[in-house]
C-alpha cells in the first residue's frame, strides 16, 4: 500500500492505520474503499488540514437519501478508528461519537414452521431440468439445504468456490465474510452426502469449474436469480412473502 493511493495530507496517518490492522491480522479491504473515499473528500474540501477534523466529520457523517443506518455507522466507525489511531501517536484528532448515530431498526425475523418448511422443500426438490440452466434441478435443493442449514448468507453460498467445499471432512470455507473474515463452517453427515451426490453429477471428472453452484456460463449465480426462485418456491408452497 504506497502513499501514490491517496492525496490529502493525512495519507501518512490512512497508511498507518492500514498497516497496523492489517498486521494485526485484520484484512481491511472494504475499510480501504471507505479511506479512499474519505481521502478524497479531504483532498477537495480540506486540503489543508493534516488531521481529522470536525468540520471533515460534519460532511462524512450526513446519510445518504438511500443510505441504510447500519452503512452510515461502518463508514463513520472506520473514520473514528483513523482519529483515534492519529490521537495515539500524541496528535489531535476529532474523534466521531458514533454512539450518537441513528441505531439500525429493529429486525423481526419470521420463523417457518416444520409443515412450512416441509412444504417449501417439497417445492425445491420438484424443480425441473430446464436446457436453458441445465443444472438448476440438482443446484436449487442442495444450495437451499445449505443456507437453512449452516446459516450462510445467499452471497456466501453463491461464492463458495469447488475448492471451499471439503466434501471428505464435510467443511465448508467461507471466503471474506462479514468483516473481511474467512470462516469454517461444518456440515451435518446428511447435508454432506447431499453435497456429495450434487457434486457426482455436477463437477465429474472431465468438467471443471470454479463455483461449486456455477452458473450456465460457468461464473456466479446471481443473488437475484436465488431470490426470484426463493419467492416462486413460497408461492408454489402456499407460503406468503
Known amino acids: 500500500m504506497g502513499a501514490l493511493n491517496f492525496r490529502s495530507r493525512l ?8 498497516e497496523q490492522k492489517r498486521a494485526l491480522g485484520y484484512k481491511y479491504t472494504a475499510q480501504v474503499k471507505i479511506l479512499q473515499k ?3 473528500l479531504c483532498a477537495e474540501r480540506f486540503s489543508e488540514d493534516s488531521t481529522v477534523t470536525k468540520a471533515m466529520l460534519d460532511v462524512w457523517a450526513v446519510k445518504g437519501p438511500e443510505e441504510a443506518p447500519g452503512t452510515l455507522r461502518h463508514r463513520v466507525t472506520v473514520i473514528a478508528h483513523l482519529a483515534q489511531h492519529i490521537a495515539s501517536l500524541g496528535l489531535y484528532a476529532y474523534i466521531y461519537p458514533t454512539n450518537e448515530l441513528p441505531k439500525e431498526p429493529k429486525y423481526n425475523p419470521y420463523i417457518f414452521s416444520g409443515d412450512e418448511l416441509t412444504r417449501f422443500f417439497r417445492q425445491v426438490d420438484c424443480c425441473h431440468f430446464s436446457s436453458e440452466v ?5 443446484i436449487m435443493p442442495t444450495l437451499f439445504r445449505i443456507l437453512y ?7 456466501e453460498v453463491l461464492r463458495l468456490e ?6 471428505k471432512k464435510g467443511v465448508l470455507l467461507v471466503r471474506a465474510s462479514k468483516n473481511d473474515n474467512d470462516r469454517y463452517v461444518p456440515m451435518s453427515h446428511e447435508l454432506t452426502e447431499v453435497c ?11 468438467v471443471t469449474h470454479k463455483y461449486f453452484f456455477p452458473a450456465p456460463n460457468g461464473g456466479m449465480i446471481s443473488s437475484m436469480n436465488i431470490y426470484t426462485n426463493f419467492h416462486r418456491f413460497l408461492r408454489k408452497a402456499g407460503i406468503s412473502y
Request: proline letters at 8%.
Open 134 to 138: 441445465p443444472n438448476r434441478h440438482l
Open 38 to 40: 474519505f481521502d478524497m
Open 196 to 206: 456429495r451426490r450434487y457434486a457426482a453429477e455436477v463437477h465429474f471428472n472431465g
Open 162 to 167: 469447488v475448492g471451499d467445499v471439503d466434501l
Open 149 to 155: 442449514c449452516c446459516g450462510l448468507r445467499p452471497g
Open 11 to 18: 495519507a501518512p496517518y490512512i497508511i498507518g492505520l492500514i
